[in-house]
């Protein structure tokens, strides 16, 4: 079982950047696909990023060319690097361990929250 420990939410006004970090232990971390969805009030869960072993990266419509996704496998972390934030990017951001095949989620972290002011 492996357990996810989002941090480096908060607010910040648009146009801004913030850096997310998922501390991942109890599992081998370098094995699993890894990612972050995130979730806004009244909207459905979307996947922001996904990046898997190999360095592979995905990533959703409304965060290409912000957002950038990274691993470090000898630290068992992963990187959300959000760059020009908009007041839409507003949501609670889920680190994830993700499905190989089809980036879907199947493991989550507790989230974290970040505020895009206007």
């Known amino acids: 079982q492996v357990q996810l420990v989002e941090s480096g939410g908060g607010l910040v006004q648009a146009g801004g950047s913030l850096r997310l970090s998922c501390a991942a232990s109890?599992?081998?971390?370098?094995?699993?696909?890894m990612g972050w969805y995130r979730q806004a009030p009244g909207k459905q869960r979307e996947l922001v990023a996904g990046?898997?072993?190999?360095?592979?990266?995905n990533y959703g419509d409304l965060v290409k060319g912000r957002f950038t996704i990274s691993r470090d496998n000898t630290k068992n972390t992963v990187y959300l690097q959000m760059n020009s934030l908009k007041p839409e990017d507003t949501a609670v951001y889920y680190c994830?361990?993700?499905?190989?095949?089809?980036?879907?989620?199947?493991?989550w972290g507790q989230g974290t929250q970040v505020t895009v002011s206007s």
């Open positions: 994830n361990v993700l499905d190989r095949g089809s980036w879907f989620p199947i493991h």
């Open positions: 990046i898997t072993t190999g360095g592979i990266t």
């Open positions: 109890g599992s081998i971390f370098s094995i699993y696909t």
